[in-house]
């Protein structure tokens, strides 16, 4: 039945990109409010991918949990305070293994002069693997104490489940697993899981120190290879610099994202 879905169209869905929203955002994922004054930094292309995967997520025949396997995106050009952008959305591919069907989905945000930014995501909807052991929630402010941090670059990263509830109204990314406790547990996840995005949105951060002014990034590549749990502390490792580079979130033996990332010319 998903199959059916290959090929919809999302066209032109207005959207505003907000200071306020923009503050929101910087302060949820700890970026610098400093430098992001007359744009939102580049991993606001997360609340743009949300004006048009709703309707793709929310359609009845999607059924079962869904989960981010992997997201690009591309910046042609910075993404301005209070500009008004047109957002649409393409189901390029639905291929089904077993239960679970893994959809390709492309979007592309214009402004008067052309694509400010464009992303591709693969969305795995539907059982994933064995079902995750049952964990206990965190209080709702909780975030890691402390971690081990080796290198330069700033870690630990946290979130507690009051921040991603503040992401998702950021961003729109209302999807249940992320906040709320029982729908991650049917979906198999065993409990809430921090937002693929949002652990996008941290790498992201670092990464954009590579370069001065609004379009610091000219693409990204992100894999999502294991759940991050609220509350648990994770480092940021790997080494910014030259025209290409890796960064990786990990979760102590864990791996949870990793960022492949090319800096604007």
């Known amino acids: 039945m998903l199959e059916a879905l290959e090929g919809t169209t999302f066209e032109k869905r207005p959207y505003r990109i907000c200071a306020e929203k923009v503050a929101e955002f910087v302060d949820v994922t700890g970026d610098d409010p400093q430098r992001w004054t007359a744009a939102a930094p580049p991993g606001f292309a997360a609340a743009l991918l949300f004006v048009v995967a709703p309707e793709l997520l929310e359609d009845p025949r999607v059924r079962g949990g869904v989960v981010h396997g992997d997201q690009t995106f591309v910046w042609h050009s910075p993404l301005r305070i209070e500009s008004q952008l047109f957002v649409s959305g393409t189901v390029e591919r639905v291929r089904t293994r077993g239960d679970t069907a893994f959809v390709v989905f492309s979007l592309v945000a214009s402004g008067d002069s052309g ?24 209080s709702a402010t909780t975030r890691a104490d402390s971690a081990t941090v080796g290198g330069d670059l700033p870690s630990p990263r946290s979130a507690s489940r009051h921040d991603l509830v503040r992401y998702t109204a950021a961003t729109r990314d209302w999807n ?82 990793t960022g492949r990332f090319e800096a604007a010319s």
Do not use: K, N
Request: glycine letters at 12%; aromatic letters at 6%; charged letters at 20%.
């Open 176 to 257: 249940p697993i992320h906040w709320d406790h029982a729908a991650a547990v049917e979906a198999g996840l065993g409990g809430v899981v921090v937002h693929g995005l949002l652990q996008s949105a941290w790498l992201t951060g670092v990464a954009a120190t590579v370069r001065p002014g609004d379009r610091p990034l000219q693409s990204a590549r992100y894999r999502y290879t294991a759940p991050l749990r609220p509350a648990r502390a994770a480092v940021i490792e790997g080494a910014v610099g030259g025209e290409a580079f890796e960064l990786r979130l990990r979760d102590g033996e864990a791996t949870t994202v």
């Open 115 to 138: 694509p400010v930014v464009e992303g591709r995501s693969t969305f795995l909807m539907g059982p994933t693997g064995e079902p995750l052991e049952e964990v206990d929630e965190p």
